[in-house]
């Protein structure tokens, strides 16, 4: 078992981890080190290797385990997640996914008070370092939001990150538009350039002031909405202003039909053909999700240096996946991954990754484990422009994360890679350290009671799934909204 040790505090000194496996970085690719050696000192890594000569203040064993760099997740759920209720529960229009036109005209409410947000993004956080994310760029859903998300809540979302010790990238999410079900049951979109403005220059105010806060773990990005809910001006103010700013900017799109079908109906185009000819794709472009993109939209997305966040395991729950995640990689893609959903477990969505790459590509020897471990490390680095992330060589941050791979649950081990893509989860996690502190030990997080916050958070997804029939079509009962698998009997 690995060893246990104090959390969320920096060492004195040198510290010097060993492991039965430790994932160095050298001539620009992750090596592994059987019986490896990785020192750390003041947040940054000193040497990865074997038979390290230089001082050490302390030397912790973490036995039969992997060592290895910290995920970087570009699109972390940072909410409760009501995307899981449309698992079985579909069309997401007639299920509170898409807002009625009544309820837009009564005016569209805040569902969660400024405390409820509060506490679902800190929770959220700790998960995500509890599967071993160490730099995460929060995604919410916008659906049960009166419009967007506010810079204070953002204020909010960065204390807890420095004080969880995650590592993150912040804006508040902002729209031009948004789509409506009309009585008769057809789907319209409506922009307000107004608000999508206003949204802007409220995230531009907010990186100028929170860029580099808590001596570098909080970083800003700007995250603007669905792709298909904007204007060309609108975005290209966007894309220009977080090169001005030089913070990335996140904006999904090739995403499902009905943007599909929406793109081609009010610019003729496709989105990333849109995007390409309004300026707005560069190598600050974070783009999830691509599974339905085109090859020539896949080409244009290479050819301009942008990246796609690439995150299976939601795209699977709605019958889609990335083609193909091998080919894509070899045309010069860049490809990052993302959660995005609960569980936010990142081993998860590289073993999904693995799986359905070789069933879109119809064969079963690429991609390789290796494949999406990149993309979970350094392909997400490389995508913020962070080569001090993803990879433990000298120099880098002391992102690391550490996977306890005794149990007997995982079987037999020969590579640990391998492992981590079958038998592994997020959940085999023993410590993690960010920024050379320790911010994890033995499923622990300092100040952070898991089985507290698991009954606050269970109680608030209650009340927000009890408000569905207001903003639902037509304002059926949670009974007809989200029917049981089964039929059910109460006591």
């Keep these: 078992m690995p060893h246990s040790h104090q959390t969320n505090r920096r060492d004195d000194g040198p510290t010097l981890l060993t492991a039965r496996w430790v994932v160095g970085h050298r001539d620009g690719r992750h090596v592994l080190y059987e019986n ?90 700790a998960q995500l370092i509890r599967n071993g994310i160490t730099t995460a760029l929060p995604i919410a859903s916008l659906f049960y939001r009166a419009w967007n998300e506010t810079p204070d809540e953002f204020v909010s979302a960065a204390q807890s990150a420095a004080e969880l010790g995650l590592r ?30 206003a949204g802007l220059k409220q995230a531009i105010a907010f990186c100028e002031e929170h860029e580099s806060r808590f001596c570098g773990l909080v970083r800003t990005m700007l995250a603007p909405d669905r792709v298909e809910f904007w204007t060309p001006g609108l975005l290209r103010r ?52 691509g599974t339905h993109a085109t090859d020539d939209d896949l080409c244009i997305i290479a050819n301009s240096g942008a990246t796609l966040v690439h995150c299976p395991l939601v795209m699977a729950r709605h019958g889609a996946a990335l083609d193909n995640f091998a080919r894509l990689r070899s045309q010069g893609l860049r490809i990052g991954m993302g959660t995005d959903t609960w569980p936010p477990d990142m081993v998860l969505n590289m073993q999904l990754g693995l799986m359905l790459g070789r069933i879109m ?102 009340r927000l799934l009890h408000r569905y029939p207001q903003r639902t079509w037509q304002h059926p009962g949670i009974a007809e909204i989200f029917p049981p698998s089964y039929r059910t009997f109460v006591a």
């Design 361 to 462: 590509a119809g064969n079963f020897e690429t991609p390789k484990s290796a494949d999406l471990y990149d993309a979970a490390t350094t392909g997400g680095a490389d995508a913020l422009g962070r080569p001090d992330l993803g990879r433990l060589q000298e120099g880098a941050a002391a992102d690391i994360v550490v996977f306890d791979l005794s149990g007997n649950h995982l079987g037999q081990v020969v590579d640990p890679i391998a492992c981590l893509m079958t038998s592994a989860s997020g959940r085999d996690v023993h410590t993690v350290i960010i920024d050379g502190r320790t911010v994890m030990s033995a499923g622990t997080i300092a100040g952070f009671d898991f089985e507290t916050a698991h009954g606050r958070a269970q109680a608030q997804f209650e």
């Design 168 to 197: 993150v990238y912040l804006g508040p999410a902002f729209r031009a538009g948004h789509s409506v079900v009309e009585a008769d049951g057809s789907i319209v979109v409506e922009v307000n350039e107004a608000r999508g403005l």
């Design 36 to 125: 490896g050696e990785i020192v750390h000192e003041h947040g940054t890594i000193l040497f990865v290797g074997h038979h390290y000569a230089g001082p050490v203040e302390r030397r912790i064993d973490h036995g039969m385990a992997l060592i290895g760099p910290g995920f970087i997740d570009l699109d972390a759920l940072s909410d409760l997640d009501t995307g899981v209720l449309g698992l079985d529960h579909q069309p997401g229009w007639k299920k509170g996914r898409v807002w009625p036109r009544d309820y837009v005209e009564a005016g569209p409410v805040e569902m969660l008070d400024p405390d409820e947000l509060a506490f679902q993004r800190r929770y959220a956080f």
């Design 238 to 289: 966007t894309a220009d202003a977080a090169r001005d700013l030089d913070v990335p900017v996140r904006l999904h799109c090739c995403q499902s039909s009905f943007e599909v079908e929406t793109m081609r109906g009010r610019f003729g185009t496709t989105s990333v053909r849109w995007l390409q000819d309004i300026g707005f794709l560069d190598d600050r472009a974070l783009l999830p999700h």
